[in-house]
């Protein structure tokens, strides 16, 4: 019989749910559901029932065990890329022209020798740009903060020293320092050099007890912390001496000891990184922060 006059039926239009769409990349990103758990706010239960709507909705599997391990099926791999892009669209569509839309935080991670010195002028240029947007501040060591960027709860983390790639994340190098004794130059002198230093891991304690032990200078530490604040209490009330940044020492208002009283201590490269797929304005932090740093 003839069909002339009449259109066909056509085959009805899937949607794919954002909402899932976001839990997948999270586990992507965090590397396993448990992680993901502490970025989305979903229990791992919940988790995984969205990812077996998500795979009913495609109907193709997305992840495969191996052992105790989740891993992404071939599928899964594809569709890591067109979600980050739907999502993207998402996110500027409700930035842009949802008035209402309350924005996400931007997370932002520095060490205490930033949070002391550069981020004041960030912050006031940032909020002149995007007065709406909220911040989320964590001050730490790097490899605390570093810790909370792999687990998917910083989107940006400034800190000092290499530390490796990321995944889903970019580094760059955007400024470097010179490491500097700080304390009273009198106790440098010292035959056996008292030292005021941070748990490790520290970059600027593995430096210090290098650079003496090359030298062969006797040395004891005196004070061990975990914080900043205790560190330049130590340095103040004339305990040791420590070793930190010349931001750090200026912004401090601590003297350096130079000269041939202590050995010298290298370099150390101010790192910004970054996870990828960012919104505009933590991208627009992240510059901020950069060309801060490098000045």
Not at 209 to 230: F, G, H, I, S
Request: charged share 25%; with cysteine.
């Amino acid at each position: 019989m003839s069909q002339s006059g009449h259109s066909l039926p056509q085959r009805m239009a899937r949607n794919v749910p954002t909402e899932l769409l976001r839990s997948f990349v999270a586990i992507v990103e965090a590397g396993s559901m448990a992680q993901a758990t502490e970025t989305i706010f979903l229990t791992q239960s919940a988790l995984s029932l969205q990812m077996k709507r998500l795979e009913d909705v495609l109907q193709q599997k997305l992840f495969k065990r191996d052992g105790r391990k989740l891993i992404l099926t071939p599928i899964g791999e594809e569709l890591v890329s067109y979600a980050r892009q739907l999502l993207a669209l998402n996110d500027r569509i409700m930035s842009t022209l949802g008035e209402d839309a309350e924005p996400d935080p931007i997370t932002v991670g520095m060490v205490q020798d930033f949070a002391d010195t550069l981020l004041p002028d960030v912050l006031g240029q940032f909020r002149l740009a995007h007065p709406r947007s909220r911040l989320v501040v964590r001050v730490g060591g790097s490899a605390e903060l570093l810790d909370m960027f792999d687990r998917s709860r910083l989107d940006l983390v400034l800190c000092l020293g290499q530390h490796g790639d990321r995944s889903g994340a970019t580094w760059k190098v955007v400024g470097h320092d010179r490491m500097t004794w700080i304390g009273d130059p009198q106790i440098a002198e010292r035959s056996e050099v008292p030292l005021v230093l941070l748990e490790p891991p520290c970059r600027f304690r593995d430096a210090a007890l290098r650079a003496l032990t090359q030298e062969r200078r006797d040395y004891r530490l005196v004070l061990e912390t975990p914080n900043l604040p205790a560190l330049r209490a130590g340095v103040r009330g004339g305990l040791g001496v420590s070793c930190r940044t010349r931001r750090f020492a200026t912004a401090e208002g601590l003297p350096t000891i130079t000269g041939d009283a202590l050995p010298a201590v290298p370099e150390i490269e101010t790192i910004l990184v970054r996870r990828n797929h960012l919104a505009d304005a933590a991208n627009e932090l992240g510059d901020l922060l950069a060309a801060a740093a490098g000045g």
